[in-house]
């Protein structure tokens, strides 16, 4: 356990701009009652809660992180944390106005293969508020509220994961021209969760090497479903390859399979310094 932290960070956090159960608003007060001073919204490939998240966090006090989430490698889903990004950056809104038009269209394939197999659900069902990005999440949840799951875990189980029989595969990015472009905009690339990343070959040293010779610049250590021999293996080597040590709940709703707001605050060590190092960064490049 550390001692009390003076920053308290959590750098990973959803809304229902894409697949989380609260608004900006919503989320950005739950941060400030919980006693956080610094949050990221790092919502699945849209910046569209960002504006009203960085409104409400400015009157609650809070330094806010805009940031942006993006999975690559197509079915190995390696996700990349962007930080500092806004809606000026042409070449990142083009990108993710593309991944929302697929986002979109595959969520029309998944519930068609989900009806050939007699599971009847609609794109009404899924009770996307206006502007959200459609994710395989939504859909998991309709099927709940439908009964034909119990959980949404067991959706994914069988039926929305790789190689179950309703899934569709996504438009493939490869992780280092995300990061490439994220350099060469002025955002910050992170790693998100390299413990989750389920092909190991993509999570090599060596492979960590050519993630870094395109651009990285951070790893994100502590992650609700790192355990702790995790955390520690990925704190010890981000530091020794000179990267920057993140952490984050990833925070979607309450009572998931994600984590609580802040909940890596009691592991994560040297939160303080690291969090100055990311945010020095962009004070840098403002000067």
């Keep these: 356990m550390r001692k009390d932290s003076f920053i308290r960070a959590d750098l990973h956090l959803h809304s229902t701009a894409s697949d989380g159960a609260l608004t900006p608003r919503e989320l950005v007060q739950r941060v400030a009652n919980a006693g956080l001073r610094h949050m990221a919204l790092t919502d699945h490939e849209t910046m569209g809660g960002l504006m009203e998240a960085e409104t409400t966090a400015k009157q609650a006090g809070i330094n806010f992180i805009p940031g942006v989430e993006i999975n690559t490698a197509g079915r190995d889903h390696v996700h990349v944390l962007l930080y500092f990004v806004d809606n000026s950056m042409t070449e990142l809104t083009t990108l993710l106005d593309n991944m929302r038009r697929e986002r979109d269209a595959r969520c029309g394939k998944i519930i068609d293969k989900l009806n050939e197999l007699g599971i009847h659900i609609t794109l009404d069902d899924l009770d996307l508020p206006e502007g959200t990005v459609c994710g395989r999440p939504h859909i998991a949840n309709a099927l709940m509220k439908r009964g034909y799951v119990s959980t949404t875990q067991e959706a994914f189980d069988r039926f929305l994961d790789v190689d179950q029989p309703a899934y569709v595969p996504r438009t493939r990015y490869e992780t280092a021209d995300i990061i490439r472009l994220a350099r060469s905009i002025g955002a910050v690339p992170i790693l998100a969760h390299p413990g989750l990343i389920r092909n190991k070959e993509l999570v090599t040293e060596a492979a960590i090497q050519n993630l870094i010779e395109a651009g990285l610049m951070g790893i994100e250590a502590y992650h609700a479903m790192h355990d702790d021999e995790t955390c520690a293996y990925w704190d010890q080597l981000t530091r020794r390859l000179g990267l920057i040590v993140t952490g984050g709940s990833d925070y979607h709703k309450d009572g998931d399979n994600h984590g609580a707001i802040g909940s890596e605050i009691p592991r ?17 490049r403002e000067n």
């Design 268 to 284: 994560w060590q040297r939160m303080d310094a690291d969090v100055m190092d990311l945010v020095a960064i962009r004070k840098g």
